[in-house]
């Protein structure tokens, strides 16, 4: 889960609500900001002086070097992008763990060495991976499910978002669950990375919860941190029973679970 930035300009209440849980402020950067699905630190960065100079040439007479060089750099962006694309469709069947620079170099027909020249090593190769899928992940459950309106409708649409791509997700594998499972008692990089990913979106999800509460659609005492728990807890026994048990029918019982969550919680008892 590439994520495109909220406009800052836009007036309307779902950019306003993406940018308010994003926390989109001046010299935010990305996933530090613990508010909801962002992009990584590393793109928010400027670009250094010399690539910047690369495409704003400034000395009379360098146009052909600074073409080229914009060229040299964007060739290289998409080799790396390419390289990405290939570590994060490994990974999502074997594993972060199984990823390795001559695996990477096998499947994208490079070199060791070529891939070494874009990633110095197998962590921020697997990092990467862990970005990009955080960028998808935010680009096909939470920004879609902003247009909606704040409350239950917005919070269906979260869920529902979440449920188609882990619906997908039971013949390839979640970045997510895997990853907790290979680097649960691990400390390091990788282990950050995913635990922050996972993390900002969690606590998009409770905000969104939180809302439903602000406008009258679930009780104002219940337990959000409970609502959130639960609901997490569907998408993981989704994942257990279809992937590794293949239990028929799971999926609907997810949807059934959330509904019945919606109504035990809800400010005022469904219509009969």
């Known amino acids: 889960m590439v994520s495109s930035s909220v406009p800052r300009s836009s007036t309307s209440p779902a950019s ?24 990584t630190a590393a793109k928010s960065r400027k670009a250094p002086p010399a690539a910047q100079a690369a495409v704003s040439p400034k000395a009379e007479g360098a146009e052909p070097a600074v073409k080229t060089s914009g060229r040299s750099l964007a060739k290289g962006q ?53 970005h990009e899928y955080h960028d998808r992940f935010e680009q096909e459950v939470f920004y879609p499910a902003i247009e909606a309106e704040r409350g239950i409708p917005r919070l269906r649409e979260l869920f529902g978002n979440w449920m188609k791509r882990t619906s997908m997700e039971i013949d390839s594998g979640c970045i997510y669950i895997s990853g907790a499972v290979e680097f649960d008692d691990r400390t390091g990089p990788v282990r950050d990375a995913l635990v ?20 009258g659609d679930l009780r104002a005492d219940a337990d959000a941190s409970q609502l959130l728990f639960e609901i997490h807890g569907l998408i993981l026994a989704l994942h257990y029973e279809a992937r590794f048990l293949h239990s028929e029918g799971s999926i609907e019982r997810a949807h059934a679970g959330f509904n019945n969550i919606l109504a035990r919680y809800a400010s005022e008892p469904p219509a009969a």
């Open 78 to 130: 998409q080799t790396k992008a390419t390289i990405v694309e290939a570590a994060l469709n490994l990974a999502t069947h074997i594993g972060l763990e199984g990823l390795s620079i001559g695996a990477i170099a096998e499947l994208t027909g490079m070199s060791k060495s070529g891939v070494f020249a874009h990633f110095g090593s197998r962590e921020e190769l697997q990092i990467s991976v862990v």
């Open 196 to 215: 922050e990913s996972v993390s900002t979106w969690l606590a998009a999800m409770r905000r969104t919860i939180e809302q439903s509460q602000e406008c």
């Open 16 to 39: 306003r609500d993406a940018a308010h849980l994003a926390g989109r402020v001046e010299g935010s950067a990305g996933l530090n900001n613990p508010e909801m699905p962002a992009k």
